[in-house]
Each structure stands twice: as structure tokens, then as C-alpha cells.
């Protein structure tokens, strides 16, 4: 699985914002890989600037020096839906006539073709859903009578409503920051406040970040996650809450995944924090799946706060045991099964004088298509493991998302393919226990039914139409 993307913006008057925002990314840029850029307005111009790579490929001192302003959008990406290329990294900028927004998208829209055609848009004329946006935002642009400092979120209380799917957007025009998750909030987004002074003078800006650290590292404070469903418009007049899709279409469904997998550890989603969340998921886990074993390891990275939470509950000893390069980027995602080995031996090096001669539990978050669990597996019996007991902080995952998460068809999925017991020995372990949906509804706090959370990929259930038939 890969992350999708990460929004950043900033409203922060009398500063300079280019640098926050560059920082801003940086902590963001987990959720994607593939392509980062930044938009800045003084107020007359908006620059914008996007290139292929990880954040400090595509920005050096020199290229924040340009980008003057005091409000800012940053985007790092992942493609979920249109091509890898230049075209399709973010913001994505519209210009009208003497009116112009740069608009930044983390999530998919599940009716992008629907739309389109609806429009009578040809085949090309849109690169991918977050260029639907912007495209939709625009024609609406057109129309207006005089453009006007409403005509952003006149237009987005226009478009809003026709989107589908998976969407927390962030946008800015030349006076206003925007920010917007869709009625499910299936991706999370949060606001948060900046204080900071212009010559000697006290002033407060406005923040809106995937995720909370992105906050804390430029010093700002969060407020609140934005509620599903809900527009913050932040600019002169100071912040603005509306709620364009009305109540009866907000029910929240928060990507389980952000918990088990997506977020970074520090990061609070639903009030909650991912690390403690992940820590009792393998509490549960050694619960309910526990095995004599003398040392338990983490896959890294978000296996290993599950590992420690594991090692707690059964009394196993804590121990690293794979190594990780964290300076691997987007090269070694490769697409193909023969390169995607190779890249797991580029990520994660065994710590053979931990490991040899031991009875390992191991534990990672899920088992996609089982090629990069069955190659870790190896690696570990070939540095001399006596046993690889298996066991991940998830249940299995046989659905694909449609939702903002780069999975496989449902083929390719190898718990949709075989038993637990089927896929123990495609990966080569000597035991395999997954944690149960009950138990990670526990750790993530929601009943039974899992309301508010979005766990489709487990269940096959969707709370929001998909594209295809499954
Ligand atoms: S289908 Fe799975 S990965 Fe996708 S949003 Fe739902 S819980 Fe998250």
C-alpha cells in the first residue's frame, strides 16, 4: 500500500510563509513521494512551483527565497488516480480572467468519469480527479458576473456538492485560505494557529495541515480536526466555519488505515495518538494470538510501535531486528514483483547477531499481496532465525480501497485469494495471527459496528459508492 497525499496551507498576514510551508511538507512527506510543490501569494501574484521528487529535491534556499508571500498551499504527492508526471503534481492552478486559485487534494473521487461526461468534458481534457476540481471550480469562474473577493467559496458552494468519494482539499486565491473534507472525512485534516510577530507587533495566522505534527514543527497550535463535512475559510476577517453539504449528508468514516498504517506515529487523529493507538494494537494482539517465542521485532516503521505493545503484553523481550535506509525514496516503489523484491532488500537489512539462533514473533501492520512479507521472512530465516512467527496489527486485507490508497485489484490481494493458514505458508512463516476487526475497533475506540471508521478494505462493505463492481 502507499500513501496518497498530503495538503498543507498557511494563512499568516504581514509574514513570509514559503519556508513554513516548506517545513510543513517536510513533515508530511511520508503521505507521498512521487512529486511536492508550493504556491505563494502576496496578494496580487501567486506563484507556483511543482516538480517531480521528495520536498528537498524540488526546493533549495534559493527557490524558497522566490516565493514571496504571506499565504501559501504545499502538496506533496502520490498518485492514486492519473499518471506519475509533471502534469498531475499539485497545487493544481486555475487562472480566469483576473482571478486565479491553486488547489491541493489528499484523497479520490469515486465518480470522476460520471462527471465528466456529465459536462460533456472529451477524453483528456482532465488528467485526474483533482484536475476535475479545479476544471469544475473554473467553469464556474467563468460564469460569475465580476469576480469578487466570494467567488472562490461562491463557486466551491457550487461544485461541492456534485464531488463523490474522497476528498480533503485545500485551496487558496489571492486574499483566503480554504479548506474542505468531504462529508465521510475519509482523510484527515486539521486546523491549527500560528502566532508570531511583524515588527514587534503580536499577530495570529491560520494553519491547515493532513496532519498534526506538520503544525507543530513550524511552532503553531492545533486547534481542532475539521469535522467531516465542514469549509474553514481563513483570511482578513479571521477564521469561518460552514458546512456546504448539509447534515444529512455528513457521516463520518475516518480511514482506519491512518491508525494502522498512514500517519505518522506522533500525529493525533479523532483526539486520539496513532503511537499509543498502534502500542495496544499489539497489546490486543498478544492477547489473542500469543506464542512462545524468545525476542519480538517490528517491521519498520509502523510495525514497531505494535512490536512493543506485543512485547509488553506477553512478557517476550523488545528487540530491534530490521534495519531501515531511511533515505530510500520513491525510486525503490517499484512496480514490478522481481523489483519490488529487490527494494525490500535495499529498505530493510536483518541485525543478524539479534536474530540468529532465535525464535522471532515479528510483527508488521498488514499483508498486502504477501511478495514483500514472504521476502522478509526469508531474510530473517537466512540470518539464522530458528522460527518467524507472524503475527500483524490488522485484519486481513481483501478489499481494495477506492478511497485514496494505492491497493491492488482484488486478485492481487492475497488474502481475498486464500485462508490465513494458505497465506502462512506462501509467506514462509511457521505461525500467522492477524488481529481481529473487534479487537482493532478497541484500540482505535469505536463499537462494534465500527461507527465512524471507514474499514471497507476488511469488510467489503463501502459507505460511499465505488467506481466498479467488485
Ligand atoms: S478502504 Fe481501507 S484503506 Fe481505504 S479508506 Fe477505507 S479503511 Fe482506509
Not at 520536498?55 to 498518485?79: K, M, N, P, Q
Not at 468514516?253 to 506522533?266: G, I, N
Not at 516503521?301 to 505494535?306: E, R, Y
Not at 469488510?459 to 467488485?470: E, K, M, S
Request: glycine content about 10%; some cysteine; aromatic content about 6%.
Amino acid at each position: 500500500m502507499r500513501e496518497a497525499c498530503g495538503v498543507f496551507g498557511v494563512y499568516a498576514p504581514g509574514a513570509s510563509v514559503a519556508r513554513l510551508t516548506f517545513d510543513g511538507l517536510f513533515a508530511l512527506q511520508h503521505r507521498g513521494q512521487e512529486s511536492a510543490g508550493m504556491a505563494v501569494s502576496d496578494g496580487e501574484t501567486m506563484t507556483v512551483v511543482k516538480e517531480m521528487g521528495l520536498v528537498t529535491a524540488v526546493f533549495d534556499e534559493r527557490t524558497i527565497a522566490s516565493l514571496v508571500g504571506d499565504l501559501a498551499l504545499g502538496h506533496v504527492r502520490y498518485s492514486t488516480t492519473g499518471r506519475s508526471t509533471w502534469d498531475n503534481a499539485q497545487p493544481v492552478y486555475r487562472s480566469v480572467g483576473a482571478a486565479g486559485f491553486s488547489l491541493g487534494h489528499n484523497g479520490n473521487l469515486t465518480n470522476t468519469a460520471q462527471l465528466a461526461a456529465s459536462l460533456g468534458m472529451l477524453p483528456g481534457v482532465v488528467s485526474s480527479d483533482s484536475d476535475l476540481i479545479a476544471e469544475l471550480l473554473a467553469r464556474r469562474f467563468l460564469v460569475a458576473p465580476e469576480p469578487d473577493e466570494t467567488l472562490l467559496v461562491d463557486a466551491l458552494m457550487d461544485v461541492l456538492p456534485l464531488l463523490e468519494g474522497a476528498f480533503s482539499l485545500a485551496l487558496i486565491d489571492e486574499a483566503q485560505l480554504v479548506a474542505v473534507r468531504d462529508p465521510h472525512g475519509f482523510r484527515p485534516l486539521c486546523l491549527g494557529q500560528l502566532t508570531y510577530f511583524v515588527a514587534g507587533q503580536e499577530r495570529r495566522g491560520w494553519v491547515v495541515a493532513s496532519e498534526s505534527p506538520a503544525l507543530e514543527v513550524i511552532g503553531a497550535e492545533l486547534v481542532r480536526e475539521i469535522d467531516p463535512g465542514e469549509m474553514i475559510v481563513a483570511d482578513h476577517n479571521g477564521v469561518k466555519s460552514s458546512h456546504p453539504f448539509g447534515a444529512e449528508r455528513v457521516e463520518p468514516r475516518l480511514c482506519v488505515f491512518e491508525f494502522v498504517y498512514f500517519a505518522r506515529p506522533d500525529s493525533r487523529l479523532e483526539g486520539r495518538e496513532v503511537y499509543a493507538t498502534r502500542r495496544h494494537m499489539g497489546e490486543l494482539l498478544a492477547r489473542r494470538s500469543p506464542v512462545d517465542a524468545d525476542l519480538v521485532i517490528g517491521v519498520p516503521d509502523s510495525g514497531v510501535a505494535a512490536a512493543e505493545g506485543y512485547a509488553l503484553a506477553s512478557g517476550v523481550p523488545y528487540g530491534q531486528g530490521l534495519i531501515k535506509n531511511r533515505y530510500i525514496g520513491r525510486t525503490f516503489i517499484a512496480p514490478t514483483p522481481e523489483a519490488r523484491l529487490s527494494g525490500v532488500r535495499r529498505k530493510l537489512n536483518p541485525l543478524r547477531a539479534s536474530i540468529a539462533g532465535k525464535r522471532l514473533v515479528v510483527i508488521d501492520d498488514s499483508i498486502v499481496r504477501g511478495t514483500t512479507t514472504r521476502e522478509i521472512v526469508r531474510m530473517l530465516r537466512e540470518s539464522g532465525a530458528r522460527e518467524v512467527h507472524l503475527r500483524i496489527s490488522s485484519p486481513p486485507f481483501a478489499w481494495p480501497c477506492f478511497y485514496g490508497i494505492d491497493t491492488p485489484v482484488r486478485e492481487e490481494l492475497i488474502a481475498s485469494r486464500m485462508p490465513v493458514d494458505g497465506v502462512c505458508a506462501h509467506v514462509g512463516a511457521d505461525s500467522l495471527g492477524y488481529l481481529s476487526l473487534e479487537d482493532l475497533m478497541t484500540a482505535v475506540g469505536a463499537d462494534s459496528e465500527g461507527t465512524g471508521f471507514c474499514r471497507a478494505c476488511l469488510t467489503g462493505i463501502y459507505p460511499a459508492p465505488v467506481p466498479i463492481d467488485l
